[in-house]
């Protein structure tokens, strides 16, 4: 079992940068797949970021390559999305998601655990 908790999120100009971050309680962080999720109004929650359980694998959505990075401490139990460039398409309230599965996964339903989530807002 583990909880989460986002912070981070607010309103930022177009080509602004956010950074957002997961905490996580329990001892056995490590042994989760860690990954960020977004969901805007009416629309359905989609993957943005993962990375692998010690920290070597990330991937990312198309629509992020290159802007956002996911990065974890596990000495810390914190998992962060550093969001540069954002585009008012960004919008969205922000979730942090564990998994158990050994492989990765850009889909919702191989993540176990998730936060409540953080509202990010770009202005155009």
């Known amino acids: 079992q583990v909880q989460l908790v986002e912070s981070g999120g607010g309103l930022v100009q177009a080509g602004g940068s956010l950074r957002l971050s997961c905490a996580a309680s329990g001892r056995t962080f490590s042994g989760y797949r860690m990954g960020w999720f977004r969901q805007a109004p009416g629309k359905e929650r989609e993957f943005v970021a993962h990375i692998s359980r010690s920290g070597g694998s990330t991937y990312y959505a198309d629509s992020v390559k290159g802007r956002f990075t996911i990065s974890r401490d596990n000495a810390k139990n914190t998992v962060h999305l550093q969001m540069n460039n954002l585009k008012p398409e960004d919008t969205a309230v922000y979730y942090c998601?564990?998994?158990?599965?050994?492989?990765?996964?850009?889909?919702?339903?191989?993540?176990?655990?998730w936060g409540q989530g953080t509202q990010v807002t770009v202005s155009s």
């Open positions: 998601a564990a998994g158990v599965t050994s492989y990765w996964s850009s889909s919702k339903d191989d993540y176990n655990y």
